[in-house]
């Protein structure tokens, strides 16, 4: 499981490199037609980073989740989703890679954050049809990107960052951190704090050619971000966002 970072070839680890080059079968869900950059994407790094000739890409549609499930029925929409994904997996595997052959799947960021396929591997070897070794290249992730895009900190002294998904930030913002990072957010939950003393940093696409920065109080910046994401989905039919919202101690 290769970390590949937020989507700039030049973000890969010398560490993801050797592993990308060791490779001789590389994994790669297609999300239908609307998402085929997602793919291209990742056949841009192997060419800029691989010998050409000395590996297979195989590709396989994802399965589709129910993204309308709430409450309740989010977490057995997400279960499920998982489960088919583990059954789509363990065919691959046992279908596409020899005996003697290593495969990876790319992972956008760094698989360890609110990433699915650590979990789905260890499902495929519980299940028990196909036996594997694996390990994990850590990538530079989004926040990280967004970050050092933005030239500020996740933290400030002495004080904890936190990061958590826009339906988490609907449910209100964190008690006990003034520094938050917010992932999969759909429904643009930083609006319901535009009366606060609140900054956003936000990013869309980042480490792409399309990649869009933009910052300041969510007053000024909310409906500019706004806009701008509109017009990038309209555009390229999804997006890829992720921003940090630090705010003043006395807004508390």
Do not use: C
């Not at 290769?2 to 030049?10: H, K, L, N, T, Y």
């Not at 990433?115 to 850590?138: I, K, N, Q, R, W």
């Not at 930030?169 to 520094?179: N, R, T, V």
């Amino acid at each position: 499981m290769i970390g590949i970072g937020a989507g700039d070839p030049d973000q890969l680890t010398l560490q993801a490199v050797r592993a990308l080059r060791s490779t001789d079968v590389f994994f790669v869900l297609d999300k239908g037609e609307v998402k085929a950059d997602l793919v291209g994407l990742r056949r841009h790094l192997l060419e800029t980073h691989v010998p050409e000739g000395t590996y297979r890409v195989v590709e396989a549609r994802d399965p589709e989740r129910d993204r309308g499930a709430g409450g309740a029925a989010y977490s057995s929409a997400v279960g499920d989703w998982r489960s088919a994904r583990a059954r789509l997996f363990e065919r691959l595997i046992a279908e596409e890679l020899g005996e003697d052959e290593s495969g990876a799947f790319l992972v956008w960021g760094d698989p360890a954050l609110y990433d699915s396929t650590l979990g789905v591997l260890e499902e495929v070897l519980e299940h028990g049809a196909v036996s594997f070794a694996y390990d994990v290249v850590p990538g530079i992730s989004s926040v990280s990107s967004l970050a050092a895009r933005h030239r500020t900190g996740l933290n400030r002294v002495a004080r904890p960052v936190q990061i958590t998904t826009g339906r988490r930030l609907a449910e209100g913002f964190p008690a006990d951190a003034d520094d938050v990072v917010v992932m999969l957010d759909a429904q643009q939950a930083f609006r319901r704090y535009a009366d606060q003393d609140i900054d956003i940093y936000w990013g869309a696409y980042l480490g792409t050619p399309d990649e869009i920065l933009d910052s300041g109080p969510i007053a000024e910046a909310g409906p500019r971000i706004e806009r701008l994401r509109a017009e990038a989905r309209e555009r390229k039919g999804w997006i890829m966002d992720t921003y940090l919202l630090r705010r003043n101690p006395g807004e508390r």
